[in-house]
């Protein structure tokens, strides 16, 4: 994979401004973390990823420091966040598999609900006062009445179809509770679907297992993997297949930065949906792979997937407005590119490879 200077890591000491704030992300060794450290860093200040490892690499940490520990143990928050004098904290850390949080429910209450309680806890107990938490679409409800046309704005109904989109929603408004009681400033920032890869070839998406559609798509495609199955082309929408709003993962990770910039009191909390407001078929994202990749997408048509509503689309005007952000790599053709130049070629994760996250001389 090419490497451009400026995409080359910073070591200790090369930041562009140590004057602004170090900011610790929770879950910073995962696909997204990874891509938020490295805009983080751009931005001039130092990036603390706080990681125990399950589910993310070591080498995702490419930019910024890494300390190892469990979200849930607050004291070990409290230390990390003391001894980088952070003063942000971009909390991702979390399960995210909608499938596995309807048969263990348990697990993600105590690692998507506790583990922000502990994030709270952490805050409160030390200088960070910004919080930028990674909620997600998942928290609207499915309106039957609604078309496949309607967007998303962030009064849309919340009555999540799935655990992970309760302890989503719950974890927001703890924060937004604790902002009011404790002088915290927040925003949540609901994701639609992040796919795509870093420009430098270093990063992108490795999830043990993988369920989202681009990289199944592409791995499909590339034979590494059997054919991609459909899940359903009998929805209400253009061509049946279920429409969702694809973001560029570096456009999400500039969005973390927006939302540390944001101008916000003492108290408040906002919530803010990240996507582009275009909705792409299951059907558009095999053309797009076919197209970047010049070789046919292997299918089969299976059965719908419990709890996938017939369309996610993102009103994202409160994005603009009120963090000045826009995507600028978020077209299904750009994101599509990315990920394949990626999956090609995976610097880690690669599920074939069995590549576990292992403990090395960069921990902080
Ligand atoms: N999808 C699919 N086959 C797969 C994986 C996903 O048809 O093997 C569809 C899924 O039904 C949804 C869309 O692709 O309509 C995006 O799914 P993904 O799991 O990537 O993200 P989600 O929208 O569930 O967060």
Known sequence: MQTSAEDEPHSPGQRADKGRGAVLVTGG?????SHILKAVEESGRPAVAFDDLS??????CAWGELVQGDVRDTAALISAIERHDAVAVIHMAGLIEVGRSTVRPDLFWDQNVQGT???????????????????????????PRGRWSDLLTEESPKDPASPYGDTKLAAERMIAASCAAFGLSAIALRYFNAAGADSSGRLGEAHHPETHLIPLTIQAALGQRGPLTVFGNDFDT??????????????????????????????EFDAVNVGTGRGRSVFEVIEA????????????????????PPSLVADPSRAAARLGWRPRSSSLDEIVASAARWHAEPLYGDEGSGTPARPSA???
């Open 238 to 267: 253009p061509d049946g297949t279920c429409l969702r709003d694809y973001i560029h993962v570096a456009d999400l990770a500039g969005a973390h930065v927006a939302a540390l910039d944001a101008a916000l009191e003492p108290g």
């Open 117 to 143: 309680a502990s994030v709270l806890a952490a805050m409160r107990a030390t200088a960070a006062r910004r919080l930028v938490f990674s909620s997600s679409a998942a928290v609207y409800g499915h309106d």
């Open 362 to 364: 960069r921990r902080a």
């Open 55 to 60: 589910h993310g690499f070591l080498e995702a």
């Open 29 to 33: 060794a995962g696909y997204i973390g």
């Open 289 to 308: 792979v076919e197209r970047a990749l010049d070789r046919p997408v292997p299918r089969t048509i299976g059965a719908r997937r419990a709890g996938d």
